[in-house]
């Protein structure tokens, strides 16, 4: 006989342990996807390198209990100049459940463990995206989600402590 998470976690409960936490993948999808070339065709005949930056934002939002959708955004924009060669925005996003993680756990899910499973799927859309546009392959580097998370609190908290100061 098969027993539900749901049977599971209330046997848990009713023995007076602590529900283990749990975390899985629903759904991964592109939500947003935008390619600009705003100096095509001309931009073709330039032979200069252009300089490629790269923007990434994430959020999170919740969906139903225990099942929320996180959203890693990531812009690149090549320029030769100030003229722009092509600008590339993907919004890659997944549904992923979590359940019976301390509140205050979430956000660490939400900024590190989430965008680390969305990221290959974004770089892998630049990448063919740039390519379809008629461009080099733009082949994103990896990103250290951890270390983007700890240097946000630290500017968090440098930014809490200037208010206190002034």
């Known amino acids: ?21 749990g975390f899985g993948i629903e759904k991964l999808y ?3 996807l935008s390619l600009e070339i705003p100096n095509a065709p001309q931009i073709f005949t330039e032979r ?54 301390p509140e205050d756990n979430l956000e660490i899910i939400f900024s590190i463990t989430c965008p680390n499973i969305l990221f290959p799927y974004a770089r892998e859309v630049v990448s063919d995206l740039s390519v379809r546009a008629g461009f080099p392959s733009v082949v994103l580097s990896p990103i250290n989600f951890e270390a983007l998370y700890a240097q946000q609190k630290q500017q968090q908290a440098q930014a809490e402590a200037d208010k206190t100061t002034h």
């Open 1 to 21: 006989m098969a027993t539900s998470a749901a049977d599971q976690t209330a046997e848990t409960q009713a023995e007076g342990q602590m529900p283990q936490p």
């Open 30 to 32: 592109v939500k947003d």
């Open 48 to 101: 200069e390198v252009p300089q490629v930056g790269i923007e990434i934002s994430n959020s999170a939002s919740k969906l139903d209990e225990g099942v929320y959708e996180v959203v890693l955004t990531i812009t690149v924009t090549s320029k030769l100049a100030d003229k722009t060669v092509f600008l590339i925005e993907v919004a890659q996003a997944g549904i992923f459940q979590v359940h019976n993680v």
